[in-house]
């Protein structure tokens, strides 16, 4: 399971210009601010923008300015492996060290969407076990074998939420890295690129996408 909420899309507007720096072509440039208030690229821009993301990533420095920040809530199984990813990329995250015992577990805490049956009843005592320990942690002074209990026992399929900002160029990387990955979450996070403005134009490459 994982969630992506709240993108943000920013400086694709500035970026474009920058990208016609190197031969003084701003009288060519033909994007505008729709009715929301969404930059559309005009047929001059995207074409140059599409050029110059075929050429290379030394001809395509503009995508490093296109900036996006998003909420990923993710299991720990993926977060370590998204941590692969650590050029180009900020995350700040909920703390489990320090916040571990605040709520009571429950199974909409991890990622048990493709456990079998058994498993899950399996799944369901260890959930029962780690709310004993939570309990017993708030209840009788926070001891620290107790928060070791807690933070030892946790299964990777607990979800974690972060906030990430990355920038085109870095999800070029990432997309074609990961598009064809065993994990589900992979394919999520690889749909969401596509959906990012040009995405498939500037990130995946409309003949590729």
Known sequence: MIKLERTSVMNLENAMR???NPMNSWN???SYYNEEHQ???GPNDLDLAKRLRRAGSDH???????F?????????????EYDTYKVATVANSTSTM??????PF??????IDHMTEETLAFMDQVIAKLEEIRLRYVEEGKQKED???LIQLLPSSYNQMRTCSFNYETLINIYYARRNHKLAEWHTFCDWILSLPYGRELIAGEEEA
């Open 18 to 20: 920058g990208a016609r």
């Open 28 to 30: 060519r440039m033909d």
């Open 39 to 41: 930059y559309v690229l």
């Open 60 to 66: 395509r420095k503009f995508l490093r300015q296109v």
């Open 68 to 80: 996006v920040s998003v909420d990923i809530t993710a299991p720990i199984y993926w977060w370590k």
């Open 98 to 103: 320090h916040k571990i015992h605040s709520k």
């Open 106 to 111: 429950a199974r909409e805490d991890f990622s």
């Open 147 to 149: 928060w070791y209990d």
